[in-house]
């Protein structure tokens, strides 16, 4: 079935439900299509939020104000700071 066919039948049976379990299924279906990963509190982060946050710290980075470590710097912080 082409594409464009297939979002009419689809949204027509859509149109013709009225079953509200089965249509937020189909809503979590779709919200979940767009999520490419979770942060660290297990939040779903979309593709485009992902993007947002890199061209964010790119811009920091570009400005100077990026707070970055260096390789020993990361090693103290783990090894010794965190005992």
Avoid: C
């Avoid at 049976?13 to 299509?33: Q, V, Y």
Wanted: cysteine-free.
């Amino acid at each position: 079935m082409k594409s464009e066919k297939l979002k009419i039948s689809v949204a027509q049976r859509i149109l013709d439900l009225s079953n509200d379990k089965l249509l937020k299924k189909i809503s979590d279906i779709l919200d979940e299509e767009g999520i490419i990963g979770y942060d660290e509190d297990g939040n779903p982060v979309s593709e485009e939020e992902l993007i947002a946050d890199v061209n964010a710290v790119l811009k920091q980075l570009d400005e100077g104000t990026l707070e970055t470590y260096s390789t020993e710097e990361v090693r103290r912080m783990i090894f010794e700071d965190g005992n």
